[in-house]
């Protein structure tokens, strides 16, 4: 009831009750969303380092846009992987933030260690779903002072501390929060930030938080544990696994270089399953189409540091390894290409010397540093280094170690194309895992399996990798030897050896190195049980490297034996085909001769069973030079299996009691009477040529009449022997006919 009063009159009414309708008040949050184009990328970096380069490949792969503060000035800041520093970072960052447009969101980041996993629009995303202003990486580990651990605020789940190698924010925060800088640059940014965000007022007023998920930012130093490589629909993420995010940036704080480095040879494209690598085809030196007067010079390091099989076999190889030549050259070795052979072993000087006589004048210098000089390993390697960086026309140093089995001629090419600092070809020791690199390094600097290590190994996986040791062959830029690695010794640190103490000085310096499968280059030879009593010492090395004794001492066309028919029955269950090369021929032949210890020719033989012999030839036996164990192993891997194709059903295990070098000369023994062979099936391979070496000879089977009387030098007859083939040497009539024969049974 209203009661309403006037002085004249006074009256009194009621009122129907109002109603009220509800009153509805609508808040309307706009979330506007950024735009790439508000997004601005800071970082700083003084000098290009290959770091650096990954960074900015990375930021262009998903078109980033990147301002470099400090380019060019000198690093004051500090080594603060060690120590605290860095302080320069933020002088540079306070003065770029004084101009900038207030609408802007920066991301400021560190470049030498880190790389994009994702882009722009994700990590604005991500950046407006915090709903802060400011938003700094977290880690696990407090640096650089402990004593503030009880300050920062807790967290219920996630990392706790702040890390300053990466933040975002917008500008006029980002203002707010260097405002009070006053630092010096060698002062540390990782205090100053730390000093800010433990502060709850300036914490709340600036409106800073971490990333403590890892959603944007994932910092490797305390968390390498987390963090698996995530490969899907034809890119590469790293994936944190105790939060299940999968982060924008990736960085490798700390001591965490390498692991970045092994996570920057997938992240973010740069090799994935579906496109292979991808990030090999990038910043590529072509050499094809350049002019002969553009050809590039380089220095060839060969290191001999112990006894090495197969050494003479390593200089033909290398005379046709390299860039293709100028028309008045015969090598395939650029003109000009200067040389350092560092020949550690008196036991291969002859071989040295043997490829000077032949091809020294082909290069424009060769340097020849011998036992005699007394230099060690380090200081020869040093002195190549120095002789390339002295020459202004030295481009890149080839470095390889005389062990080294390189097969593709092409090998110079592709590794200048790859346009790399340090690169190696891949070479692997054959049957075993065992290669040129690591692909990872333990706690105290040794080798370390690296999850891809047996698929880059098996070739699996091709591409270029970024490895942090390589060994006995590998090729630096003249440019970085001049530059980061012009330290007069780089071959020592430490009580590590000599590699890798280089090695490790090239990561302490930036550089990174990388190894190359995408091509087959070749092997390493094994020099463990390497004998050097023989005069060709390369016939025993058929177990221990098996492949290049095949490659040295089996005939050319033996693999071709079944495909191309070449066994000939030049009589009746006589079969004849090519087993031995010349260069075999010849060993066995001059091993022989330099043993000197020729039978008589007598009945009586002591080195036989029994001491008698009934059909003696003047011979030196296989046993006599220890050579039994590796001539069955010929007969069992070459002979055995012709046997078995051309007497089916008969399986060998190429056992004999005789095998033996016969030789022939009309004033000695020039040649033998019929007989039976005391064997299953006897092998007789001509070590030399007819009408070159000597006239007349051949062998004659009586029951059929039949005679071969032209062996092929290397080819071996094969026949049955108690039995059916009576048989008997022909009269040599001038020179030396030498066969190997052996009497195999079963």
């Known amino acids: 009831m209203d009661i309403y009063t006037n002085e004249h009159n006074v009256s009194c009414h009621l009122t129907m009750p109002k109603l009220h309708r509800p009153t509805l008040t609508l808040v309307i949050y706009l979330n506007i969303v950024l735009s790439s184009d508000n997004l601005l990328v800071l970082t700083v970096a003084t000098k290009e380092t290959d770091g650096f380069r990954r960074f900015m490949r990375s930021a262009r792969h998903f078109n ?62 991500k950046f407006q779903q915090t709903n802060h202003k400011v938003v700094f990486s977290a880690e696990t580990l407090i640096w650089p002072d402990r004593h503030l651990e009880d300050k920062y605020p807790h967290v219920r789940e996630g990392k706790r501390f702040l890390g300053s190698g990466g933040f975002i924010g917008y500008v006029p925060n980002l203002k707010e929060m260097v405002s009070d800088w006053s630092g010096k640059d060698n002062d540390s940014d990782q205090l100053f930030f730390t000093k800010i965000y433990i502060n709850p007022e300036k914490r709340k007023s600036i409106n800073i938080t971490l990333d403590n998920k890892c959603r944007m930012f994932q910092n490797l130093y305390g968390s390498l544990d987390e963090v698996v490589l995530k490969f899907e629909d034809g890119r590469v993420r790293a994936r944190n696994v105790l939060y299940d995010t999968l982060p924008v940036i990736v960085h490798g704080n700390g001591p965490t270089k390498l692991q970045i ?93 043997s490829f000077l006589k032949d091809h020294g004048t082909d290069y424009l ?112 830029k003249a440019s970085v030897l001049r530059e980061e690695l012009s330290a007069n010794d ?39 049980n390497y004998q050097m009593t023989h005069l060709h010492n390369d016939l025993w090395q058929i177990f221990e490297n098996p492949m290049d004794w095949e490659e040295r001492y089996i005939h050319e066309n033996y693999t071709k034996i079944m495909r191309d028919k070449l066994i000939e029955t030049p009589c009746p269950d006589v079969y004849w085909f090519p087993i031995l090369s010349v260069t075999g021929c010849d060993h066995i032949v001059e091993e022989m001769e330099n043993f000197g210890q020729w039978s008589g020719g007598g009945n009586t033989d002591t080195r036989i069973q029994g001491g008698y012999e009934n059909v003696p030839t003047i011979d030196i036996h296989m046993t006599q030079i220890n050579y039994q164990k590796e001539w069955h192993k010929i007969l069992l891997d070459y002979v055995a299996p012709i046997t078995e194709k051309m007497y089916p059903g008969y399986y060998t295990k190429a056992q004999f009691e005789l095998a033996f070098v016969v030789r022939y000369k009309p004033d000695e023994q020039p040649l033998l009477r019929p007989h039976h062979d005391a064997s299953t099936f006897t092998v007789n391979i001509a070590l030399n040529q007819k009408q070159i070496d000597y006239q007349g000879g051949g062998c004659r089977f009586l029951r059929y009449n039949c005679s071969v009387e032209a062996p092929r030098k290397g080819w071996a007859l094969m026949h049955p022997g108690r039995l059916t083939h009576y048989h008997e040497g022909l009269r040599v009539t001038a020179g030396t006919r030498y066969i190997a024969v052996s009497f195999v049974d079963p």
């Open 365 to 476: 210098d060769v340097k020849v540093i011998g036992p005699e000089e007394n230099i060690d390993r380090e200081t020869s390697r040093n002195l190549g280094f120095e002789m390339c960086r002295q020459d202004k026309d030295c481009e890149y140093f080839f470095s390889v170690d005389i062990e080294v089995v390189l097969k593709n001629k092409d090998t110079l090419k592709i590794l200048i194309e790859q346009n790399e600092p340090v690169i190696a070809p891949m070479i692997t020791r054959e049957g075993r895992l065992w290669t040129n690199f690591w692909g990872a390094l333990s706690a105290d600097g040794y080798y370390a399996r690296s999850e891809d290590y047996v698929d880059i190994v098996q070739r699996r996986r091709v591409g270029v990798w970024n490895v942090p040791y390589l060994t006995k062959v590998y090729m630096v």
């Open 261 to 353: 480095n092994y996570l920057g040879n997938y992240i973010p494209k740069v090799w994935t399953f579906e496109t292979g690598c991808s990030g090999c085809l990038e910043d590529l030196r072509p050499l094809s189409g350049l002019k002969e007067s553009e050809y590039h010079w380089w220095f060839i390091g060969i290191f001999i540091q112990q006894p090495t099989p197969f050494v003479s076999v390593f200089f033909e190889r290398l005379h046709k390894t390299g860039i293709p030549p100028k028309p008045t050259q015969t090598l395939h070795l650029q003109p000009g290409e200067r040389n350092k052979l560092y020949n550690g072993e008196q036991h291969h000087e002859g071989q040295v010397n």
């Open 490 to 528: 780089l071959f020592s640190f430490g009580n590590m050896d000599m590699d890798m103490a280089f090695c490790h000085n090239v990561r302490n310096k930036g550089v990174f190195m990388y190894v190359t499968n995408m091509h087959t280059f070749g092997r390493l030879l094994s020099t463990e």
């Open 64 to 125: 980033y846009t990147v301002k470099v503060l400090g380019n060019g000035d000198t690093w004051n800041g500090g080594d603060y992987m060690t120590a605290p520093g860095g302080g320069q970072k933020v002088n540079l960052l306070k003065a770029a933030l004084q101009n900038m447009e207030e609408d802007k969101v920066v991301l400021f980041i560190d470049s030498y260690d880190v790389v994009f996993a994702s882009g722009p629009k994700e990590l604005l995303k």
